[in-house]
């Protein structure tokens, strides 16, 4: 048992590098797991970084100065933001509480429709098994409304935070894109001078997280914008706060648009019944979704994320469980780090 261990170890941690890489990682992981509240501003400054970092480099490739290029890009970004929280967050903050507030009338129409399933289908469904869906569905719905009303106050001190976030994000976006040269630097000086495995993990994974990140934020815009304009036309009530849930889906891949496809039917049931309008909100909705997957992605996404789609959902499984939010915006960057790393890990062979 202990030669197949150790002919384990000599054949992947022979190389010193390689038993530094995996220090770097095991107390990459623990600072996370144990001050994630900390790095969450850091990771989110990282990830606009590297969204901003694109269009930099394009003013520069105009022979724009480089602290004017990070100027006018980092303008550009907190005036989108400013726009987003005047504009977008009242919005969907209106419809939000408007929507809780009609999730009662919502259930009383439904367990109406629901009542009348035994006497159409008595095959299907006993009015036995009726009373007892109907009797946990108003003890869940009263739960709901608890939550719904406490969760005001109860989000307060996560509001006090959030505000300190929205300062603190941009400058250290705003330092991050002005010294990321000598950043890079001043952390490459902290490492061996020999280092071929980390520069290989690195340049790949750079370009891999530049393009998904940026990518992302592409997706998530038209789809958002698009969803927001149909369902406008269509008429459909919430029309910004599910436009914004269809944008945000796209986060998770397979998983996203089955799931708020959910909300968006329910709304539209409600609204129209089994009418004209309803098919056609389906319609659309599926059009919008075959052509995210067919015709925007592929165009988005110059460099393909070569996984399998069971490596993707485990991936947004673990890492969104671990670290919520910026787990599952990151879970395919982060399978894509691990798979850089099994490729370009070095390995001896046993010699004899």
Request: hydrophobic letters at 60%.
């Amino acid at each position: 048992m202990w030669r197949v261990v150790e002919t384990w170890v000599n054949r992947y941690f022979a190389d010193e590098e390689a038993v530094l890489l995996l220090l770097l990682l095991l107390a990459g992981l623990v600072l996370v797991i144990t001050m994630g509240g900390i790095a969450a501003p850091i990771i989110a400054a990282l990830g606009f970084a590297f969204l901003l970092q694109g269009a930099v480099n394009f003013l520069k490739r105009w022979r724009v100065p480089h602290l004017l290029a990070v100027a006018i890009v980092f303008t550009a970004f907190v005036g989108l933001f400013v726009l987003v929280l005047i504009f977008l967050v009242p919005m969907v903050i209106h419809q939000s509480s408007n929507l809780v507030a009609e999730i009662p009338g919502m259930l009383k129409r439904g367990q109406e429709a629901l009542q009348l399933l035994p006497e159409r289908y008595p095959h299907l469904i006993s009015e036995a098994r009726l009373v007892e869906f109907t009797t946990y569905a108003n003890a869940e719905a009263r739960k709901f409304a608890e939550v719904a009303l406490t969760f005001s106050v109860s989000q307060f001190p996560n509001l006090i935070g959030l505000l300190v976030y929205l300062i603190l994000v941009p400058l250290m976006v705003f330092f991050i894109l002005k010294d990321r040269q000598q950043l890079i630097t001043m952390f490459a000086g902290l490492l061996p001078e020999r280092r071929p495995v980390m520069r290989a993990v690195w340049e790949e994974m750079n370009a891999q997280i530049a393009n998904y990140i940026r990518g992302k934020a592409a997706e998530i815009l038209i789809v958002g914008v698009v969803s927001y304009f149909s369902f406008l036309a269509l008429g459909l009530r919430y029309s910004a706060l599910l436009a914004l849930s269809v944008g945000l889906s796209v986060l998770i891949p397979y998983i996203g648009a089955a799931v708020v496809t959910v909300p968006i039917l329910i709304v539209g049931y409600f609204q129209w019944g089994w009418g004209n309008e309803f098919i056609w909100l389906a319609v659309i909705y599926g059009v919008i979704q075959f052509l995210d997957g067919n015709v925007l992605v592929p165009l988005l996404f110059s460099e393909a994320v070569n996984l399998h789609p069971l490596s993707i959902i485990l991936a947004v499984l673990v890492f969104g469980g671990v670290w919520g939010f910026w787990g599952v915006f990151f879970a395919i960057p982060l399978a894509t780090l691990i798979k850089a790393l099994y490729n370009a890990w070095p390995q001896h062979e046993k010699t004899r």
